[in-house]
């Protein structure tokens, strides 16, 4: 599809302008890129391409928020729609890993990487919120993780397990859709991005760490240590990708 290599080779260049690393992509079905390879985790907070992916990922959301008003058929809206998650599953990971390094405190509510401490709510609303979700990133912050996935997820977005063998439960994660999802636990809560080298787990830690880091399934302490687990799969929901696109905003659930 133009529009999504458009978006893609956009992307591509902010990425490599931005990061000093590099990754590589493989066109799969429908317009949908697998990331294959990406560059090592960096250990310093990147407020300024942080910015950046913010400021392109808004233009972008805007350009197909039209693109999707003025398509006529329910195949040209799909198509749309298809584009703009290509773009969140691309730039999502990117926005995470700008945090990493940024300190961990249990009260901390930092803006952007590295301007204070964070917790792990704070950390998970306000790459939501920057993302260009039309959320209150404090409410939906002091949320259990439950609320904060049910905000933008039904009971059927939202699979729990409990008491699970962890590395089985690894091997389950990675058989799941590729893309971006939202992971809850007993007192924790974080992102998962499942791509072809396997999952890994993004979020603010408190357990040995003690900071926001991106870290393999396998070497994933806290998950691991969690008993419940509640995964949900933020890009791959028509509906979170339909209330991105047109700027709706997002009731928090409390309850």
Not at 17 to 22: F, M, P, S, T, V
Not at 78 to 90: F, P, Q, T
Not at 204 to 226: F, I, T
Request: net charge positive; with cysteine; hydrophobic share 40%.
């Amino acid at each position: 599809m133009k529009f999504a290599l458009k978006a893609v080779l956009s992307v591509v260049l902010i990425l490599a302008i931005g990061g000093g690393g590099w990754w590589v992509w493989k066109a799969d079905r429908d317009g949908v890129f697998e990331i294959l390879l990406s560059r090592e985790a960096k250990a310093v907070p990147d407020a300024e391409r942080y910015e950046v992916l913010v400021s392109e990922l808004e233009r972008w959301r805007g350009d197909l928020k039209a693109a999707h008003a003025k398509a006529r058929t329910a195949q040209e809206k799909a198509a749309v729609e298809n584009d703009a998650r290509v773009i969140l599953e691309l730039v999502l990971p990117e926005m995470m890993q700008c945090w990493v390094g940024t300190p961990y405190d249990f009260n901390g509510t930092a803006e952007k990487p590295g301007g204070g401490k964070v917790a792990c709510g704070y950390y998970v609303s306000t790459v939501i919120r920057d993302a260009g979700f039309r959320v209150n990133r404090y409410k939906l912050a002091q949320q259990p993780s439950e609320n904060i996935m049910r905000t933008f997820l039904d009971g059927e977005g939202c699979k729990l397990k409990v008491g699970e063998d962890y590395d089985r439960y690894v091997d389950w994660v990675e058989g799941q859709e590729p893309g971006v999802y939202l992971i809850g636990m007993d007192t924790h809560v974080g992102f998962i991005v499942n791509r072809a080298d396997g999952m890994h787990f993004f979020h603010s830690s408190g357990w040995k760490q003690r900071g926001v880091v991106g870290e393999p399934g396998k070497k994933a302490g806290a998950l691991r240590s969690s008993n419940w687990r509640m995964l949900g799969g933020l890009t791959m929901d028509q509906g979170v990708i339909q209330t991105w696109l047109k700027g709706e905003k997002v009731k928090v659930r409390v309850q």
